[in-house]
């Protein structure tokens, strides 16, 4: 089994290897979903927009399987104060975008906003990239198995304001989720978790998780919850 390692050039690789059983309706969901199945923002075609990852981070936790989320610190000039999941622009050092610098950057990120030990990461499936018009950025989620677990919380507090983990049975109650509402018209795919609220890029990753891998339970997708314009 090729584990993830020095996120500085060292070898970093995807392997399906000794996932636990519940982890393979996420497998197949990864090999299967077409990037028009998870979001109607697709990459420019002019190759447009600032290459990112993000560490999509399944544990299991005293609760079940979990995933690792972070809350961005509210003086951060975007998505400030938003649950979101670890990751950020890829650097120089990560390498080919198209080859393994997601999957560096990924874990590089995580590391550096959690104090996250990637070498306890398996790293298992990459999702279609996808776009976020209002930041620009072209965002790959990688997905990684926490196979060995290492304490995880704010390192920089300038860029964080906590670490969490959240428990999957709690993002498919169907009494956590509803649907959030922007001023702009925009609407998405919301859960109200751990004492926060999970909306955007984040939550729309979650929510065709949960879908294609079999997941999900019915919710009331008329149960609204109003963003305001700093969202």
Known sequence: MTRASDTQGGPVA?????????????????????????SRFLPPAD??????????????GAHGPELLLMERA?????????????????????GDPSG??????????AEEETGLDPSGVQLFGVLPRLYIPVSGFVV????GWWREP??????????????FTVPVADLTDPANRATAVHPSGHRGPAFMVESALVW?????????????????RPWDREKQVPLDWRA
């Open 14 to 38: 995807l392997s399906k290897d000794g996932l636990p059983g519940w982890l393979h309706p996420v497998v197949h969901a990864v090999e299967t979903v077409r990037p028009g199945q998870l």
């Open 74 to 94: 509210s003086s951060l000039r975007s998505h400030a104060g938003q649950p979101s999941f670890p990751g950020g622009a890829l650097d120089p050092e990560d």
């Open 47 to 60: 190759g447009a927009g600032r290459q990112s990852a993000v560490l999509v981070l399944f544990g299991e």
């Open 100 to 109: 393994d610098g997601p999957l560096r950057a990924a874990l590089r990120e």
């Open 150 to 163: 290492t304490p995880v919380g704010v390192v920089d507090p300038n860029e964080t304001a906590r670490v």
């Open 200 to 216: 955007g890029f984040t939550a729309g990753i979650i929510d065709r998780l949960l879908h294609f891998a079999g997941w999900e």
């Open 140 to 143: 790959t989620p990688v997905l």
